[in-house]
């Protein structure tokens, strides 16, 4: 797997990811061995980009959702394929003939047929209903393709609420990598297809740095540190501000853009009045008038209200990382 669209790093990575990887996960039927995938995707990709973050964060931001999702989508098509597009070959007559229409709590588990039932009940699709009734006289490939698509935005939709129900709103936003990850980039998750990179990646300009800073692969934000100084884990609620010692401030996204007397000041002259002035100029709410969380959303790009325009969405892109200290103080 690796991106190889001539114009952008990430415009293909789907094709790739989708193609290379997976056409034999419909016949994996442990839970156990479509995790282990997962976890071998999850580092391919890490190594593929050289970006070690948070693996929910990268597979989100880069649109490559998680394999058990895609697993569904393989075996609708399959049945797809086998009752309503070739019904007349050898495979659709054996299919037919040997899986009986039995209510799927009757199906063993073991069996290809109750993984297809349980793909079609994820999604929501009757096994009995032709999916596109409006489009029976179109050719064959033309309706896989848009069955195709219709099952991106299932699924699409099916990872955002998963996604979403790990960082309720009600839930401080710092409590642990993917809760502050998917408070931060809320408005990026609304996108119809998540089979699509996040748009700032959809560029030809050098989008890693940005990448590492909103997936919390970098050393600038200190609650990204996974590993302390002796090797130990650090949670994310404990990695505190090392300007701010001895207080004990969490030195998340929104500590170290905004509230740190000692690293918030770099982001501001340049970043904030460039975006005040455009924020003026296009009539929009003032830069004051937005929450903290909305600020910091809108420091690492997910704002969608504020970034209307590409212009102004690749200029941020490319300067935003270098505000931030390489290092922080000894
Ligand atoms: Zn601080």
Excluded at 263 to 274: G, K, N, T
Aim: glycine share 2%; hydrophobic share 35%; charged share 15%.
């Amino acid at each position: 797997m690796f991106p190889t669209h001539p114009n952008t790093k990430f415009g293909s990575m789907e094709i790739c990811c989708t193609t290379s990887f997976p056409p034999n996960l419909r016949y994996i039927q442990s839970t156990t061995d479509v995790t282990k995938r997962q976890t071998s995707l999850n580092i391919s990709l890490a190594r593929a980009l050289h970006v070690y973050g948070d693996h929910t964060a990268l597979l989100a931001d880069t649109g490559v959702p998680p394999l058990h999702l895609i697993q569904y989508t393989h075996l609708a098509q399959f049945h797809f394929r086998l009752t309503k597009m070739h019904s007349d070959t050898l495979p659709a007559t054996l299919f037919k003939t040997l899986n009986k229409p039995l209510a799927l709590n009757n199906l063993h588990p073991s069996t290809l047929d109750y993984h297809i039932r349980n793909s079609l009940h994820q999604l929501h699709i009757s096994p009995l209903l032709d999916p596109l009734p409006h489009m029976i006289t179109l050719a064959q490939k033309c309706r896989e393709r848009v069955y195709h698509n219709i099952l991106n935005t299932t699924i699409s939709t099916l990872w955002r609420m998963e996604l979403l129900n790990l960082a309720p709103l009600h839930l401080p936003h710092n409590n642990c990598r993917k809760a502050s990850y998917i408070h931060i980039v809320r408005d990026n998750l609304q996108r119809r297809d998540l089979f699509k990179p996040a748009q700032y990646l959809r560029s030809h300009l050098d989008q890693l740095p940005l990448l590492r800073l909103r997936t919390q692969a970098t050393s600038y934000i200190p609650s990204h540190l996974h590993l302390a100084n002796n090797q130990t884990y650090t949670p994310y609620d404990q990695g505190y501000c090392p300007f701010c010692l001895p207080l004990q401030i969490v030195g998340n996204e929104l500590h170290t853009l905004l509230h740190c007397p000692h690293s918030s000041p770099l982001s501001h002259p340049v970043a904030i009045l460039s975006l005040t002035c455009t924020l003026r100029r296009y009539d929009l709410c003032s830069w004051s008038s937005h929450t903290p969380l909305q600020q910091t959303s809108t420091h690492l790009l997910t704002s969608i209200s504020l970034f209307q325009t590409p212009t102004l969405n690749l200029s941020r892109a490319r300067t935003i990382p270098h505000f931030l200290p390489c290092q922080p103080p000894l």
